[in-house]
């Protein structure tokens, strides 16, 4: 009898300690003093927003305490609580409460590994809760509203809305954004974001100590270098400066969109939304713009290149100290030495000199020292006397040197004066004519045997690749053609592809078997500089959805462009004729109008100077294998030297798709273009032109029809090409039928940008039903000849009819649902 009670005393007293420190269950939002989390345990906040847990990103074998999106299909990590105390094992660690704090705990030798370090007076109460808003809050009990401590006071790279990065007046610290090291390791980077609160701006820093970034000072509304946040639909922002701290905070209107904002391992802070039919995250903005503007991003001896991928480089004579830590796009380690110089080397000869490798067009590095000299040489004597000077540059009587590691440096893209030339001090043996007397004497032999064979090829070669001799790199991959090669090339301009506006296309073969589009511009009457200048700036601007310009050819008043060929045409062949019985189906006119409105967004926003197209409509988007669109003859309008003239006669644009202030007095804004991209949605739901004659000699005009079916909330199947047999999203339809009546308003101010539309097309800006355009009924009630299509004339069958319905036109509140809280 004893031991029976002996045993169930026993039992008891096991299962009564096992009830004190019990594992987490798999969802719960919280860990109370007696839980532990630890292997594949997490908890998840409780609308399951984020979850917890541990992980280990990328190929790390090292793992971390982190909160990701729950709701996000590619695991994003949001914050990392032991970001620079990673642990190897997540089975011998366990987070816990202990003595009031929220501790990692490694449960092999009892080790705190990561901890709160808050003192509490009450330990045991204390719970740790993750909330919907991703803010990990430990709190005394479950009706605690004050937090003892959270994770928004000590963020890692994403800030997320409704939390701060703030500045303390009563201690004197600041809150700091701080990127990666790389994307499989979360452990501190170089790159932070902070507030000036002095100058109320934020500061992007490189390693705490140099600026290469400003916000520009807050006025009010925005920070006076972001103008973007004019223009918002999305966000709500708020800057707060008091007595004891100042911040700025930014909420969602919407609370379903997911948004973040990060210091990313580029250097840039971007602000990206989750776009759950993509299944990506989309950049919505960043800074700086250009990659190279990041300071000292490529590290030490390596060279950024804005307009070639990866964008660093090693300096000839150096290579990655870690190629593990390049290929994870970390190039902070930057480049090491190759070949010790001269002066280093015991063995090296007195005749292996150093020399000095020329790098024009470059920005120079940081921290250079100035040398009294009288010339060049003299300027390249002083670096070369010193052992320890790896670089000099001269100019204008100038002599700059510098010693030790060389940071900052990149490569400029243009001629137009704005690099220098810089020296780099490189051991002889870098140098091809550094060869021993052997290896000259058995290269002279071996050069002897196969002289004929090496003229043989020099005579094939030199007939086969005379076209690509006599290419000059202009700005980085951009060529400067010779007229009579392109000649040969397009055969004497034999197969035209098309023309317009600005002059007729060809196509063309490279020697090297390239084909491409060669455009001969007509009208030119700029100068050989401007011309050149002009053209550098169009061959700097790149992306996937605008056609990339390879070169250029000017010889006298000879100016042709070389593009890239793009195998499917242009979307007017596509849409108004078929090709071999095929016809786009509706997925692929959507993400048509998307690229589109992407291309176009770039040129408007994102480039350093606003491009306007002033020629939109479907002979100008091209389509290549995989019919993904690209917009073409983007730039030319300011190199045609087209003054934008009010007079309708005089501009190269194509009628129907001219928006109204060409002729109305008003100042040409990228507000013409989103008018030139509305009317072409028109014509990409449709399948046909916006103006089509009848055989009774009337017109029929189908945006008027459209936009009065679109406002009056007809159906909008009706308005789609007959020939997709009503198979379209609906969604997308509406979506995308609404853009277009809104692009095509008769204020400027009442269109979207077309960042706007790249939204409202992703699904991320819900759109509000557009007013009729009043300038379309007007057009109608003017011209007698002229009808809009009804429902039943949107057939292939049906004879065009005459409809005498008008609908009363108001002023637009809104383009997007959301803009009245902007």
Request: glycine fraction near 8%.
């Amino acid at each position: 009898m004893a031991t029976r009670d002996n045993l169930t005393l026993t039992i008891s007293l096991f299962f009564l300690c096992f009830s004190l420190n019990t594992h987490l269950s798999h969802g719960a939002d919280t860990i109370s003093a007696n839980q532990t989390l630890s292997g594949d345990q997490t908890i998840v906040s409780a609308g399951g927003n984020f979850e917890l847990g541990f992980y280990n990103p990328g190929n790390s074998s090292s793992y971390y305490i982190c909160m990701w999106y729950k709701k996000v299909s590619t695991r994003t990590v949001a914050w990392v609580a032991n970001r620079d105390s990673p642990i190897s094992d997540k089975y011998s660690s366990v987070l816990m409460i202990r003595d009031g704090n929220l501790v990692l705990l490694n449960t092999q030798n009892q080790i705190s590994i990561w901890s709160t370090n808050h003192t509490h007076p009450s330990p045991i109460s204390v719970i740790a809760v993750l909330g919907d808003d991703g803010n990990l809050v430990l709190k005394e009990g479950f009706n605690s509203i004050e937090p003892i401590w959270q994770s928004f006071d000590y963020p890692s790279h994403t800030w997320l809305p409704g939390s701060k990065i703030a500045y303390n007046k009563r201690t004197n610290t600041h809150q700091r954004l701080t990127s990666w090291k790389n994307i499989e390791d979360p452990s501190t980077g170089l790159f932070s974001l902070n507030l000036d609160a002095n100058n109320s701006q934020y500061l992007i820093m490189w390693n705490g100590s140099e600026q290469y970034w400003t916000s520009g000072p807050w006025n009010g509304q925005i920070f006076s270098l972001v103008p973007e946040m004019r223009a918002n639909y999305i966000y709500n922002f708020s800057y707060v400066d008091n007595e004891n701290e100042s911040y700025f905070m930014y909420y969602l209107y919407n609370p379903s969109i997911i948004s973040r904002f990060i210091m990313d391992v580029s250097g840039q802070v971007k602000q990206l939304t989750w776009l759950e039919n993509t299944k990506e995250w989309n950049l919505f903005w960043s800074q700086p713009r250009q990659q190279c503007e990041v300071y000292a991003f490529c590290g030490a001896f390596g060279t950024c290149n804005q307009i070639i991928q990866p964008f660093c480089n090693c300096l000839r004579g150096f290579s990655p100290k870690s190629m593990a830590d390049w290929n994870l796009s970390d190039y902070s380690g930057g480049c090491a030495r190759t070949n010790l110089f001269q002066c280093e080397n015991p063995m090296a000869s007195n005749k292996d000199s150093d020399r000095f490798w020329e790098y024009p067009n470059m920005r120079l590095p940081e921290h250079p020292q100035s040398v009294a000299v009288n010339s060049a040489t003299e300027c390249k004597s002083s670096c070369l006397s010193n052992c320890s000077c790896t670089a000099y540059a001269y100019d204008s009587d100038n002599c700059s040197v510098w010693f030790g590691e060389l940071v900052n440096l990149q490569q400029l893209g243009g001629n137009d004066g704005s690099g220098s030339t810089l020296y780099l001090r490189l051991a002889a043996s870098e140098f091809s004519s550094a060869k021993s007397n052997k290896e000259i004497v058995i290269g002279a032999v071996v050069g002897s045997a196969v002289v004929l064979l090496v003229l043989v090829v020099i005579v094939i070669w030199t007939r086969q690749r005379r076209l690509v001799g006599s290419m000059k790199p202009v700005e980085g991959s951009l060529i400067a053609f010779g007229y009579r090669d392109l000649q040969t090339a397009t055969k004497n301009f034999s197969e035209k592809l098309g023309g317009g506006g600005f002059g007729s296309v060809f196509k063309g073969t490279l020697p090297d078997s390239t084909v491409v589009a060669v455009k001969k511009l007509e009208s030119i009457n700029q100068g050989e500089k401007q011309f050149r200048t002009e053209v550098s700036t169009i061959g700097t601007i790149q992306h996937v959805n605008l056609v990339r310009l390879r070169g250029f050819c000017s010889e006298g008043n000879k100016k042709l462009l070389v593009y890239d060929y793009m195998q499917n045409g242009s979307l007017d062949s596509h849409l108004f004729q078929e090709k071999d019985g095929k016809v786009l189906d509706w997925k692929i006119r959507y993400q048509i109008a998307l690229g589109t409105a992407r291309g176009l967004a770039y040129l408007h926003e994102k480039c350093r100077d606003c491009i306007i197209h002033c020629d939109i409509k479907p002979e100008n988007i091209l389509l290549d294998v995989e019919l993904c669109s690209k917009v073409a003859d983007f730039g030319l309008a300011k190199l045609i030297g087209r003054e934008f003239s009010r007079v309708l006669t005089t501009m190269r644009g194509t009628r129907g798709y001219l928006a109204p202030e060409w002729i109305s007095g008003v100042a040409i804004t990228a507000k013409a273009d989103v008018y030139s991209y509305g009317m072409m949605l028109f014509e990409l739901i449709s399948g046909r032109r916006n103006s089509e004659q009848s055989e009774d000699g009337k017109v029929k005009f189908f945006p008027t029809w459209a936009a009065s079916v679109v406002v009056e909330g007809g159906n909008l199947i009706s308005l789609l090409d007959y020939r997709l047999g009503e198979n379209a999203d609906a969604e997308e339809l509406r979506r995308i039928a609404r853009v277009a009546c809104w692009c095509i308003q008769d204020d400027e101010n009442n269109r979207p940008t077309m960042g706007q539309v790249v939204q409202i097309l992703e699904g991320v800006l819900e759109v509000n039903p557009p007013p009729l355009p009043q300038s379309l009924q007007i057009f109608i009630d003017n011209h007698e000849h002229i009808v809009f299509f009804t429902e039943s004339s949107s057939s292939q069958s049906s004879q065009p009819q005459s409809n005498s319905r008008s609908t009363d036109s108001s002023q637009a509140k809104s383009t997007a649902s959301t803009s009245n809280k902007s």
